[in-house]
């Protein structure tokens, strides 16, 4: 059900286009929700399309093959990174888009599993919106599973999602792949059997393998009119202020 005019919550949103190195992409998610954590920030929506990447989890440090995974992502032109959320190993290109949600909360970990099932809808309606047969579900045998991905036709994975809590705010992080499944499939076949993580390579794929002509920027446009129907949307810019503590985190995701 869309909410209210009058009761929906402001989201300043952050439409970052200019290329950047994955470990600050990562730092950029941290830095706003410190921001949010302090009180100077109520809520920020954040959009951009991320250089080749394979983030890893944190539980994939610790196994045996992860040096090798590391390799084989560098070896196909992915930056691997360590990032602060949970889930194993995902990829992602420029034919992807990432969108971080950040709010304050004094709820948030009550909060944790309305959250996946609230925004995995809105994405799934967002991607429906533009032709893509979308839904909510983990599909047998996906890189990265979760209860709460989403995935193109029942068979292979478009959307994974994850989320990092801390005391007074959480950070909802959703990586689409939309273009050009090939390099993400070729790089994920290399990096879980190095990890020793059982999955099913048929199951990766973008919205394009569905939907022929299928845009980043049509994907873009969808998402965010879908949040505007729930949210007061302000466009905005980063600030110095975050622009810097995102460069001081950005050394913590790096490999």
């Known amino acids: 059900m869309t909410t209210q005019p009058e009761q929906r919550r402001a989201l300043a949103l952050y439409e970052q286009n ?11 998610a941290r830095a706003l929700l410190e921001r949010a954590q302090s009180g100077a920030l109520p809520g920020a929506l954040r959009i951009y399309r991320p250089e080749p990447t394979v983030a890893f989890g944190q539980r994939d440090r610790f196994l045996p093959g992860f040096p090798a995974a590391v390799e084989a992502a560098r070896s196909h032109g992915f930056e691997p990174v360590i990032r602060g959320l949970g889930g194993r190993a995902a990829a992602y290109h420029r034919g992807s888009l990432v969108v971080d949600h950040i709010e304050a909360s004094q709820n948030a970990i009550a909060e944790t599993q309305s959250r996946f099932a609230g925004f995995g809808d809105l994405i799934a309606d967002a991607l429906r919106s533009v032709g893509v047969d979308a839904r909510v579900g983990e599909i047998d045998g996906e890189y990265c599973p979760g209860e709460y991905s989403i995935n193109g036709g029942g068979r292979i994975k478009l959307v994974g999602t994850a989320q990092r809590i801390v005391s007074g705010a959480w ?54 009119e879908a949040y505007r129907r729930d949210y007061a949307i302000t466009t905005a810019h980063i600030d110095q202020g975050t622009r810097l503590l995102a460069e001081r985190l950005a050394p913590a995701h790096g490999l």
């Open 18 to 28: 200019e290329p950047m190195p994955a470990p600050l992409a990562l730092g950029y």
């Open 171 to 224: 950070l909802f992080s959703m990586a689409i792949l939309v273009e050009d499944s090939a390099p993400i499939r070729v790089v994920l076949d290399e990096v879980y059997p190095r990890l020793g993580l059982p999955w099913k390579p048929e199951t990766a794929g973008t919205a394009e393998d569905l939907t022929a002509g299928i845009t980043v920027d049509a994907v873009k446009a969808a998402v965010v």
